[in-house]
Nanobody
Framework: VQLQASGGGLVQAGGSLSLSCTAS????????IGWYRQAPGKSRELVAR???????YYADSVKGRFTISRDNDKNTVPLHMKSLKPDDTAVYYC????????WGQGTQVTVSS
C-alpha cells in the first residue's frame, strides 16, 4: 500500500489548511501512519501520527493547532492545520511510522507572514 499526500498551498499566517493522505489500498488494521515535514535546510521531522485504533501523537511544535485523524473506510488520513505560522512552511509527506516506505514528492505548504 502506498501513501500519497496532497492539499498543500499558500496561506497567510493565522490561517487554516487541510491536507489529505490517500492510500492505494486498505489501511484497516495497518500500523501507525504519520505526517512528516521537511523545511528548507532542515531534516525531515514527524509532525503527527495516528494508530490503527485512532491513538494520536503530536510534536510539541504543532500540539493544539494540528489534528490528525484516520478514516479506515475511505483509506485516508487527513491533517487539519490551524493557526498556521511561517515556521510551518515545509514540504509535507505522509508515510508509515516508524518504518517509513519510499518517500513520495509530498505537498508544499507555504505560510506567509
Amino acid at each position: 500500500v502506498q501513501l500519497q499526500a496532497s492539499g498543500g498551498g499558500l496561506v497567510q499566517a493565522g490561517g487554516s489548511l487541510s491536507l489529505s493522505c490517500t492510500a492505494s489500498g486498505s489501511i484497516f488494521m495497518t500500523p501507525y501512519i504519520g505526517w512528516y515535514r521537511q523545511a528548507p535546510g532542515k531534516s525531515r521531522e514527524l509532525v503527527a501520527r495516528v494508530s490503527s485504533g485512532g491513538k494520536t501523537y503530536y510534536a510539541d511544535s504543532v500540539k493544539g493547532r494540528f489534528t490528525i485523524s484516520r478514516d479506515n473506510d475511505k483509506n485516508t488520513v487527513p491533517l487539519h492545520m490551524k493557526s498556521l505560522k511561517p515556521d510551518d512552511t515545509a514540504v509535507y509527506y505522509c508515510n508509515w511510522f516508524p518504518d517509513a516506505d519510499k518517500w513520495g514528492q509530498g505537498t508544499q505548504v507555504t505560510v506567509s507572514s
